[in-house]
């Protein structure tokens, strides 16, 4: 697995990570435990060395589980966790609202670093800006934290440019993540040209709009009562109806390429900038085998000329989220 860096702070990991939240949250009920050590150890021997989860996946439990399944590969593998919500487990998924709190940052890295089974977080992202706590304070949270040696390297998910220059005059900021594919393009305004300004790494997360990217759900597939998607506008059998032209081209790209609708997809966002990193997640070992297999496709640029032609006649029809949480990014 070629290597890629993100930020100038020295934080070298592989082209493609693991985006670990579905393993115990947000897309149905968790995963079988030792099923997913085994999957994300298996990434590892794959040359695997980014993962992702937060506190806020369970909450809790997907750190204790990335914890677990990385114990033995302590040095070799970089892991991302994130701060910034007020959790309780008895509310509805979790979450009490946001609080970046300077001495709230510092709690949840205490708590973060135990059950993660390490000495101090590769990369701890500000999961969304608070907007009743100075971006600067929060900053400075995690620049004390790197300075105790808690914490490598500071990261902010959903944030916008404005807010991200404030953050990294205080203490850099090594990457920025949000979601971004060719279904949700809207870094590319201001985010990704603000990122290569600064010298910051970006980390697309849903880098297969949420599995619809892969060909493989349609305006029939059904999701479980508890997976998220179910109140996602873009996933009313309309909008997926409607969005199919998208994953018709990627499948025509493919055919060509002998690649699959998600390696395409993967592997245009791996062409876009040598410092973009997707963390495409998954449960099942044979489409780990094909995400990671997008790192080996050569998109030339007629291959990106005639997807970027293509896709610019395709209107992507619902909103990426409901409202309540779209208004938490971008700020």
Request: a neutral charge; charged letters at 25%; hydrophobic letters at 40%.
């Amino acid at each position: 697995m070629k290597k890629r860096k993100l930020g100038s702070g020295g934080l070298e990991v592989s082209a493609l990570g693991l985006g670990c939240m579905g393993m115990s949250f947000g897309y149905g009920p968790a995963a079988d435990k030792g099923e997913m050590i085994a999957l994300m150890r298996s990434a590892v021997e794959r040359g695997v060395t980014f993962f992702d989860t937060a506190e806020a996946y369970g909450p809790f439990t997907n750190e204790v589980l990335v914890g677990e399944a990385l114990a033995p590969f302590r040095g070799r593998v970089a892991v991302a966790t994130k701060f910034g919500f007020r959790l309780d487990p008895s509310l509805p998924r979790g979450m009490g609202g946001l609080d970046s709190r300077p001495e709230h940052v510092k709690e949840v890295a205490e708590a973060s670093l135990k059950r993660l089974k390490a000495d101090a977080i590769d990369l701890f992202y500000q999961h969304r800006v608070d907007p009743d706590v100075p971006i600067e304070d929060v900053a400075g949270a995690v620049k004390d934290l790197i300075r105790e040696g808690k914490v490598r390297h500071f990261g902010m998910s959903e944030a916008g440019a404005q807010t991200i220059r404030r953050a990294h005059a205080v203490q850099p900021v090594t990457a920025v993540q949000s979601e971004y594919s060719l279904w949700w393009r809207s870094p590319e305004t201001e985010v990704l040209p603000t990122l290569e300004e600064l010298g910051i790494g970006f980390v697309p997360f849903s880098p297969l709009g949420k599995g619809f990217l892969t060909g493989k759900i349609d305006e029939k597939t059904t999701f479980d009562s508890s997976d998220f998607r179910n109140v996602v506008p873009r996933f009313t059998p309309e909008a997926r109806k409607a969005n199919q032209a998208l994953v018709d081209l990627l499948a025509r790209i493919g055919e060509r390429k002998k690649a699959t609708s998600a390696q395409i997809a993967l592997a245009w966002l791996l062409a876009q900038k040598p410092w973009i990193v997707p963390i495409p997640g998954t449960t099942k070992p044979a489409r780990l085998e094909e995400n990671l297999g997008a790192a080996a496709v050569e998109l030339t640029a007629n291959d990106l000329r005639e997807i970027e032609n293509a896709a610019s006649k395709i209107k992507v029809e619902g909103a990426r989220y409901p409202e309540h949480l779209e208004r938490l990014t971008g700020r």
